[in-house]
């Protein structure tokens, strides 16, 4: 369990950290723009209480916003994604299956199960996060140009990650 | 009552969503509305702190391009030094000259935080109130205007950059003085900005230089940018000009903030005026 915590807590800082001094520099075009941070939602793992994922949802959120100077915007996307995160995985996994698959990650549940997850879920989350700033239906079309842009820049990284830690001993 | 209860736990997931999801957006709302919630951005100290001890590492990965401006300024302001002009009068004699009066003081700062990529932009630089740094005050640096100061905190200040939705500057032709008002475009490129409300009797070059006016918070003069394209939406009743901004944000290390020293007798007067109606 406690294992689970510092795994949990050293990625909070690591990708907080990332997003922060590295990838808020970087804009393709200023079309696509990463938000690679919200991967610590999507891994954190089944067994967790709901009250638990919106708690860490909102703090994260909450912190990225401190460093972008948009207090609330980055938190209201991070809520939206937990429950997103909640409603898929109670469609797409059984529940009897927890003992033995503790993270949502690559290793553990496989490649094509990983990437619908990640695209969904990120998808939700640039989608409500890029209009919630723009805030007007005038410039949709550009909107959703950076939506699904930066959905790719960053479902891309994420598919980096997961396959750079993969390991195939957990596969059954 | 129990009925509403055994409800609420096995919808949990959602009551948790909206509970969290309307906290959020208040804090977006208000800190939108009223610019409030000041207690949650760079200037603060521990992000303030953070950005600062990273900075001082990207600060080398650009040392090339500083010196090369610093040295290119530092000609400039030799060369209007009063013993790099020729005497061409016999007679000399010197004044204390009473007729000038310092309006404008410039106080230098680092860049310690910065965004171009997004639809408002601020930087963050390392000075605040410890060192007479208000609200509202103009930044610019040795290519151009840069923006306006909206938060300060004791060490840092947050600036709003001409990269911002928000931002409007009072500019003017440099050669034909025909006065409009600078924003950024839509379309977030960070090397572009429009001039509007030119008026249409104006005959505007291209390559003319756009600069500040004496309405706004910079010394009349400062450069903005030049014009690049000279019909960028038809059909109003005032020219919009495409300007290209001469400030290149993405390399900004070195700004200096600009203190007006009249600024609050001119704002008091104009306050006075403004109760009187």
Redesign the interface.
């Known amino acids: 369990m406690s294992r689970v915590i510092l795994i949990n807590l050293i990625r909070f800082i690591l990708l907080v950290f990332i997003q922060v ?1 590295l990838l ?1 520099n970087i ?1 393709l075009y ?1 079309l696509s ?1 990463p938000y690679f941070y919200i991967l610590f939602i999507l891994l954190l793992p089944f067994e967790i209480p ?2 638990l994922l ?2 860490f ?2 703090i994260l ?2 912190t990225i ?9 980055h ?2 996307s991070c ?2 994604l ?2 997103v995160r ?2 898929f995985i109670s469609i797409t996994v059984q529940k009897e299956g927890f003992d033995n698959e503790p993270e949502p990650t690559v290793s553990i549940m496989g490649f094509r199960w990983f990437f619908t997850y990640a695209l969904v879920l990120t998808l939700f989350h640039h989608f409500f996060l890029f209009n ?3 805030f007007r239906f005038s ?1 949709i079309r ?1 909107t959703l140009t950076r939506v699904i842009l930066s959905s790719i820049f960053t479902v891309f990284l994420m598919l980096i990650t997961g396959l750079l830690f993969y390991r195939s001993k957990e596969r059954k | 009552m129990r009925n509403l209860l055994i409800f609420i736990t096995k919808y949990n997931a959602f009551f948790l969503f909206l509970i969290f999801e309307i906290s959020s957006l208040i804090i977006y709302v208000k800190y939108n509305t009223f610019q409030k919630a000041t207690f949650i951005n760079s200037a603060a100290n521990v992000t303030g702190n953070l950005y600062a001890h990273i900075n001082e590492l990207y600060g080398y990965l650009s040392l090339k391009e500083v010196n090369d401006s610093l040295a290119h300024e530092n000609a400039r302001l030799k060369s209007q030094l009063k013993s790099s002009f020729y005497i061409d009068t016999v007679a000399k004699r010197k004044v204390n000259d009473t007729v000038y009066k310092q309006q404008y003081e410039f106080a230098e700062a680092k860049v310690i935080n910065n965004s171009i990529n997004r639809r408002n932009n601020y930087l963050t630089i390392n000075i605040g109130t410890n060192e007479g740094i208000v609200k509202g005050r103009g930044v610019i640096c040795s290519s151009g205007v840069v923006g306006i100061i909206v938060f300060v905190s004791p060490h840092y200040a947050v600036v709003q950059s001409l990269l911002n939705k928000d931002t409007r500057i009072s500019a003017m032709l440099a050669d034909h003085k025909d006065i409009g008002s600078f924003r950024w475009v839509s379309n977030l490129d960070p090397g572009k900005g429009l001039l509007t409300d030119i008026s249409n009797n104006a005959q505007p070059k291209l390559g003319e230089k756009v600069v500040t006016t004496q309405y706004s918070l910079f010394p009349s003069g400062i450069l903005i940018g030049k014009v690049s394209n000279l019909r960028a939406k038809e059909g109003g009743s005032s020219l919009n000009l495409v300007v290209d901004l001469s400030v290149d944000f993405s390399k900004l290390q070195y700004v200096y903030v600009v203190t007006n020293k009249f600024g609050q007798e001119q704002l008091g007067l104009e306050a006075q005026q403004k109760k009187d109606e």
Request: hydrophobic share 60%.
């Open positions: 001094f808020k804009a200023n723009t709901n009250l919106f708690l949802a909102f959120g909450l916003d401190a460093f972008y100077d948009t207090p609330g915007l938190a209201a809520v939206l937990a429950f909640i409603l919630l700033e723009v410039e550009y």
